[in-house]
């Protein structure tokens, strides 16, 4: 599982297949008990956070509006002075400058970040030799209590009857 979490870690650090890893993880909890990811005291929850994912999506976010207000200001001015066309300096046209880059800017959308953290909850019991060492381990001590109890029934009858 510690290969397999680290599998996860290094895809999306390389920004590899993080998607194949997750899921040959999740096959891999899902299928054995007694797989924690969150081991420890100062363990980090949710246990998988894909940190670098994460990161290249917000910095593709920001380019993204940088490059649609790169012509923002041009195209406020152009618009204002067709607006506006009286005064020399531009100050009459400052607050319909601002009212155009409020309006027509674009603006960063917010990535939820939960979409990138992941928890993995392994099974009570699978059909593995764990599992199946536990089935065995309980129906052992189910016959072995069975047989005293049995045993002790019969000398407290045998006692009885002398």
Known sequence: MIQLRN?????????????QALQNLRKYVYSHMNTDLAAGPNAVHP??????T???????ESKRVQQANAHLYTDA????????????SGRYRESCI??????????????????????????????DLAGWSMVVSIL???AGLSFWLLEDFMHRRLRQHL
């Open 98 to 127: 601002n009212s155009y880059v409020t309006n027509h800017g674009a603006k960063a959308q917010p990535i939820q970040k939960s979409l990138y953290e992941f928890d993995f909850v392994a099974p009570k019991w699978s059909p």
């Open 140 to 142: 052992l001590l189910l």
């Open 47 to 52: 246990p998988i956070q894909l940190k670098y």
């Open 77 to 88: 001015q152009t618009y204002c002075q067709a607006l506006i066309p009286t005064g020399f």
């Open 54 to 60: 994460y990161e290249r999506l917000s910095q593709a």
């Open 7 to 19: 599998d996860v870690y290094q895809a999306d650090k390389d920004n590899g297949n993080v998607n």
